[in-house]
């Protein structure tokens, strides 16, 4: 059987990584890389592993390499702080391993709640993530946000559902949707892109029809109209910011 690492990159996660860690007394080896936490967060993770290192912020996809360059095993399971694995989960990857992977990479699907709210539509579930992989043949793309693994082509898909608690309430989803597309921006520019009129003010309206309507964000009730309208927003100030200021 092939053994499993986990990773984890960390920042201020005091009020999450525990719950995480305890979803993952099942593994063979733990590795978190953290940000210059100034809460509790390290001193939590080293309560579970001695594998806690200290890294300056390079973007996510490098910092999710750095984490994995750590590891002594050659399949690894990237894991956010704010996740857990599922028994159901656990057990499903194990039999994978087990039985010998016949991928390079899995997705996983993900039941993300915003509070205590499991958000069913609008594109939100399964929301499948590649996150399970052999390190020899796969990596993380390194750039600053929506970082992926690649190659992922022929990749294979597991049944059982991460549990992603990605949001406190809308507050915590409006500042982190407005660091995120900042960040977009950045990268984006820094390739010399600048988005044209289309991007701006044609993306938006689509996106909402297609997550409120298409992806039937409307069966969520207030919360779906939240989700659809601020993922428009999300997506004109991604664009928007690579425009020349006037």
């Given at each position: 059987?092939?053994?499993?690492s986990?990773?984890?990159?960390?920042k201020n996660?005091?009020?999450n990584?525990?719950?995480?860690?305890?979803?993952?007394?099942?593994?063979?080896?733990?590795?978190?890389?953290?940000?210059?936490?100034?809460?509790?967060t390290?001193?939590?993770?080293?309560?579970?592993?001695?594998?806690?290192?200290?890294?300056?912020?390079?973007?996510?996809?490098?910092?999710?390499?750095?984490?994995?360059?750590?590891?002594?095993?050659?399949?690894?399971?990237n894991?956010?702080?704010?996740e857990?694995?599922?028994?159901e989960?656990?057990?499903?990857?194990?039999?994978?391993l087990?039985?010998?992977?016949?991928?390079?990479?899995y997705?996983?699907?993900?039941?993300?709640?915003?509070?205590?709210?499991?958000?069913?539509?609008?594109?939100?579930?399964?929301?499948?993530?590649?996150?399970?992989y052999?390190k020899?043949?796969?990596a993380?793309?390194?750039?600053?946000v929506?970082?992926?693994?690649?190659?992922?082509?022929?990749?294979?898909?597991?049944?059982?559902?991460?549990v992603?608690?990605?949001?406190?309430?809308?507050?915590?989803?409006?500042?982190?949707?407005?660091?995120?597309?900042?960040?977009?921006?950045?990268?984006?520019?820094?390739?010399?892109?600048?988005?044209?009129?289309?991007h701006?003010?044609?993306r938006?309206?689509?996106?909402?029809?297609?997550?409120y309507?298409?992806?039937?964000?409307?069966?969520?009730?207030?919360?779906?109209?939240?989700?659809?309208?601020?993922a428009?927003?999300?997506?004109?100030?991604?664009?928007?910011?690579?425009?020349?200021?006037?």
């Amino acid at each position: 059987m092939e053994k499993l690492s986990v990773t984890i990159i960390t920042k201020n996660e005091e009020k999450n990584i525990g719950r995480c860690l305890e979803s993952l007394k099942w593994v063979d080896e733990i590795v978190v890389v953290d940000t210059e936490s100034s809460d509790r967060t390290v001193e939590i993770c080293k309560q579970y592993t001695d594998q806690v290192f200290s890294e300056t912020w390079h973007g996510y996809g490098k910092q999710k390499n750095i984490c994995a360059s750590h590891t002594r095993n050659r399949w690894v399971l990237n894991i956010d702080s704010d996740e857990v694995v599922t028994p159901e989960s656990a057990e499903e990857i194990q039999k994978v391993l087990r039985e010998g992977p016949q991928h390079s990479v899995y997705h996983l699907p993900r039941k993300n709640y915003f509070g205590d709210y499991w958000v069913r539509f609008g594109g939100w579930y399964p929301d499948r993530i590649l996150r399970l992989y052999d390190k020899e043949k796969v990596a993380f793309s390194e750039t600053q946000v929506h970082e992926r693994l690649t190659p992922d082509e022929n990749a294979g898909t597991l049944i059982n559902a991460l549990v992603h608690y990605s949001y406190l309430d809308e507050e915590d989803y409006i500042q982190r949707q407005d660091r995120y597309s900042t960040l977009y921006a950045k990268e984006k520019m820094a390739t010399g892109f600048r988005a044209n009129w289309t991007h701006v003010y044609l993306r938006p309206p689509f996106i909402f029809f297609k997550n409120y309507v298409l992806r039937q964000g409307v069966r969520d009730g207030f919360l779906g109209l939240f989700l659809a309208k601020n993922a428009a927003i999300y997506t004109h100030q991604k664009y928007l910011k690579t425009r020349p200021s006037k």
